[in-house]
């Protein structure tokens, strides 16, 4: 029964690092995230004054 000890002693040798990694990635994805929702809001607010500056203009 050695091999299955020893499979659970790798596995829980690794899971620290696993949970690590998926912490990480969830952080990374939700900053990307928030960085496009970002960029388009912008887009939109200034598409916005573009218009409201062209119907200013006439």
Not at 2 to 22: E, I, K, N, Q, Y
Not at 39 to 54: G, Q, V
């Amino acid at each position: 029964m050695r091999g299955v000890d020893g499979f659970l002693d790798v596995l829980f040798a690794l899971a620290p690092s696993v949970g690590v990694g998926l912490v990480f990635w969830f952080v990374i994805r939700a900053v990307i995230h928030a960085d496009r929702r970002e960029r388009e809001a912008i887009a939109r607010l200034e598409a916005a004054e573009r218009s409201e500056n062209a119907r200013q203009a006439r």
